[in-house]
């Protein structure tokens, strides 16, 4: 069975950085899509950055674009998003999925985290 968790998630100021964790168990090759996405309160959940292992393919959120970093350590089944120059409108949960396909064509979500907080205080 595979399971995600996520870390790293807390209260920063504006401006402030924060790098979230994705610890992946239970898959037996690396040729899997990870995803980040987040949930504001009152709002529906939406994407914000992509890695695919099958085309080295990445994709970010036009918002974050040039603020935050996705990238994954296949040896530690572990995906990282480093978040920089936060914005008190990146207050959401932020929950990470995987699954299969591209960061560029088709994807589906089959596994996602528990969701962690995190809060940009203005």
């Known amino acids: 069975e595979v399971q995600l968790v996520e870390s790293g998630g807390g209260l920063v100021q504006a401006g402030g950085s924060l790098r979230l964790s994705c610890a992946a168990d239970?898959?037996?090759?690396?040729?899997?899509?990870i995803g980040w996405f987040r949930q504001a309160p009152g709002k529906e959940r939406e994407g914000v950055s992509c890695a695919s292992s099958m085309d080295s393919s990445t994709w970010y959120k036009d918002s974050v674009k040039g603020r935050f970093t996705i990238s994954r350590d296949n040896a530690k089944s572990t995906a990282y998003l480093q978040m920089d120059g936060l914005e008190s409108e990146d207050t959401a949960v932020y929950y990470c999925?995987?699954?299969?396909?591209?960061?560029?064509?088709?994807?589906?979500?089959?596994?996602w985290g528990q969701g962690t907080q995190v809060t940009v205080s203005s």
């Open positions: 239970g898959f037996t090759s690396d040729d899997y899509v």
């Open positions: 999925a995987a699954g299969v396909g591209t960061c560029s064509g088709y994807q589906r979500w089959d596994y």
